[in-house]
């Protein structure tokens, strides 16, 4: 069943031009796909245009209230569609098992194809996020600010003045693409472009709005709250759906891209999951075992470390559980502590002392500790 297009703008059938004006200015603010995310609102908003486009044009509305229909709908769907070429799916009834769409794919979408009216969407952007360890640890919410073209907050996106209207391009008599035949010893070649009048919409604008020049979007500068979960890597990108450059009058908005980039640590280092850390211990614990308490990654944490006895230098112990949270999953990687065994520089005369009673014991011969004057007397000789 055909829309009521005095419905679709929110009018009654005796509604003014200047209420289908403010009615289709509103309903355009509302509907427009980069302010109201419904999936259904990009389709809505075509038809608002669509209706707009009908009613605001004094032939075609009263054409429209005494027959119904929409204006030109019918010849649209003709074989030779005022385009300059013929469409074989419309003359041969498609008969010929999908000619039309293997012509379509020579010429650049001819044909059905080619009366599409297509705006350009809005392209992908890309914005870099820098962050701590910390953040991507527990997740963080981050303000991101850059600047995109955004949606005229003057025409809502439409492109149109308060007493402007889309009509048909006559250029390409509303395909979107032109036609050119070119003769050749092969026979005549015909190629099809993108209109430069229209820029492939069909649609040209008259009376454009003066903010945008009729482009529906302006240059702006964008704040946007991106939520980062724990656990994200280095170089991982988030989407964030229609937060790109706005699309051309009204057309869908590109996504956001949004790279992460996590900052080096003083302590730790992450090697996917896992979180790589020092730990320095002196030579009794590395003898004699130990537990010791290191900071986790997450606030306020401690690690317990059990330090075997006998540790060596450079030895890693694996502590489960207390690495990075696990992207957008339950658990936690683990943590490799890596064991810096200190050796004091000077000892004081009673640890001397103890140490040479563990070398005697041990069997080990050892360097005689020297007095104040032996060591003075020593200075004075070299």
Do not use: W
């Amino acid at each position: 069943m055909a829309k009521d297009l005095y419905a679709v703008l929110g009018v009654d059938r005796n509604a003014s031009e200047d209420e289908i004006k403010k009615a289709f200015r509103r309903r355009a603010r509302e509907l427009h796909p980069d302010v109201n995310k419904d999936e259904n609102a990009e389709d809505q908003f075509k038809e608002l245009n669509e209706a707009y486009d009908v009613l605001s044009d004094k032939q075609k509305r009263a054409q429209y209230d005494r027959f119904g229909t929409i204006p030109g709908a019918a010849s649209s769907a003709g074989g030779y569609g005022g385009g300059g070429y013929v469409d074989f799916e419309d003359l041969f009834g498609g008969g010929f098992g999908g000619m039309g769409d293997i012509f379509s794919s020579f010429f650049g979408g001819m044909g059905n194809s080619g009366r599409a009216q297509m705006r350009t969407e809005g392209r992908d952007m890309g914005v870099g996020l820098r962050l701590t360890l910390e953040e991507i640890a527990t997740g963080v919410e981050k303000e991101i600010v850059y600047d995109r073209l955004s949606p005229c907050p003057d025409c809502g996106g439409s492109g149109l003045a308060e007493d402007g209207k889309e009509v048909t391009c006559t250029q390409c008599n509303g395909q979107g693409r032109v036609v050119t035949v070119q003769r050749t010893f092969l026979g005549d070649m015909q190629t099809a472009t993108t209109c430069p009048e229209c820029g492939g919409s069909g649609k040209i604008i008259e009376n454009p709005c003066s903010e945008c020049e009729g482009q529906g979007r302006v240059p702006d500068r964008q704040h946007v709250s991106v939520e980062v979960p724990a656990g994200i890597k280095d170089g991982q990108q988030l989407r964030i759906s229609g937060f790109g450059e706005a699309g051309l009058r009204g057309a869908r908005a590109g996504d956001l891209i949004v790279t992460c980039r996590i900052q080096p640590h003083e302590f730790f280092k992450r090697e996917g999951d896992a979180l790589h850390a020092r730990a320095n211990i002196s030579m009794v614990q590395a003898a004699l075992g130990a537990d010791i308490e290191l900071d986790g990654i997450l606030p306020d944490e401690k690690v317990n470390v059990h330090i075997p006895e006998g540790c060596q230098n450079d030895q890693v112990i694996r502590v489960k559980g207390s690495g990075m949270p696990k992207f957008r999953s339950d658990g936690r990687g683990d943590m490799y502590v890596h064991v810096n065994v200190i050796i004091p520089k000077k000892v004081s005369k009673k640890e001397r002392e103890l140490l040479e009673e563990l070398a005697e014991v041990m069997g080990e011969e050892v360097a005689e500790g020297r007095s104040p004057i032996q060591k003075l007397k020593d200075a004075f000789n070299q």
